[in-house]
């Protein structure tokens, strides 16, 4: 079974860049089986997807966001990060790290989430 | 963007009650519909997918219907443990949208 752990600092100045990693155990991140993904939680509000990447390196991200979102790939570290650049308040929230087998949704694994609060 | 629509917003209910959630959507998602319940503090956790299928160790009162635009989340008698957040997802051309979430409380 996959598991997934969300580190990076947890307060980040406004018109900053966020920077989010996620370490993969249990699992190849290398697996072509897989995509992996960022959704984040504003403090008491909904969830929102921030984007994925696939196998193939193939990224998808949420239109809101696109402009400032990349999402990489760290194979010799079984790792995935996250990028947001520009950030506001509007983006402090608990940011998750999620992955799924593509083909085989009952596979859906997600980290603990960290939050991240975006403050002078 | 295809857009979820859950409702109602909030749900009052009491142990043993029967829950039934509803999700909308802006277009056809076929059946790459999922269910999350999420606890405070807690990562969601996957309860339904493609529809009506049932994730690994989820109870038997927990069921969903339906396909396109109009989905259901149904459980049958509710447990003390089953008040919390439901969202519903949807993951059509690999690009995923939530619902706002349905609160269920007890009444």
């Known amino acids: 079974q996959l598991q997934l752990q969300e580190s990076g600092p947890g307060l980040v100045k406004p018109s900053e860049t966020l920077s989010l990693t996620c370490t993969v155990s249990?699992?190849?991140?290398?697996?072509?089986?897989?995509?992996w993904g960022w959704i984040r939680q504003p403090p008491g509000k909904g969830l929102e997807w921030i984007g994925s990447i696939y196998y193939s390196g193939s990224t998808y991200y949420n239109p809101s966001l696109k402009s400032r979102v990349t999402i990489s790939v760290d194979t010799s570290k079984n790792q995935f990060s996250l990028k947001l650049s520009s950030v506001t308040a509007a983006d402090t929230a608990v940011y998750y790290c999620r992955t799924a087998a593509a083909g085989r949704p009952d596979l859906d694994y997600w980290g603990q989430g960290t939050l991240v609060t975006v403050s002078s | 963007e295809i857009v979820l629509t859950q409702s109602p917003a909030t749900l009052s209910l009491s142990p043993g009650e029967r829950a039934t959630l509803s999700c909308r959507a802006s277009?056809?998602?076929?059946?790459?519909l999922a269910w999350y319940q999420q606890k405070p503090g807690q990562a969601p956790r996957l309860l339904i997918y493609?529809?009506?299928n049932r994730a690994t160790g989820i109870p038997a009162r927990f069921s969903g219907s339906g396909s396109g635009t109009d989905f259901t989340l149904t459980i049958s008698s509710l447990e003390p443990e089953d008040f919390a957040v439901y969202y519903c997802q949807q993951r059509s051309n690999r690009r995923i949208t939530f619902g706002q979430g349905t609160r269920l409380e007890i009444k």
């Open positions: 493609d529809a009506s």
């Open positions: 249990g699992g190849s991140i290398s697996s072509s089986s897989y995509y």
């Open positions: 277009q056809s998602v076929s059946s790459y």
